[in-house]
């Protein structure tokens, strides 16, 4: 198990990482009213929890992952993550525009972790 660390430990950080950053990027859009330096505040809060996840992440995926695969990991978990909380949370609908920009995306990602040309 601990030789499987480096390799699945990045994954798992990042994503919690991403649900921390998602909340404070984009939770306040559900309350408008709020004044905008408290959201900021509160943003910069939440962030602090994903700094805290995805620094030890990268660092600990760095072992086994390029720079490159590491931001590609954390860009794919981004935008499943982002997918979930705007239907669940902004209660806004993905359209098939979504979904064939995020296969585009995904293409590229496998590109990446493909062997080399």
Partial sequence: MASLWPWVAPVLLLGLSNVFMTVAWYGHLKFPHATLWVVVLASWGIALFEYMLAVPANRIGHRVYSA??????????????????????????????????????????????????
């Fill in 68 to 117: 490159a695969e590491l931001k590609t990991i954390q860009e794919v978990i981004t935008l499943m993550v982002f997918a979930g909380f705007s239907v669940v949370w902004l209660k806004e609908p993905l359209t098939v525009n979504h979904l064939v920009g995020f296969v585009l995306i995904a293409t590229g990602a496998f590109v990446i972790f493909r062997a080399p040309f």
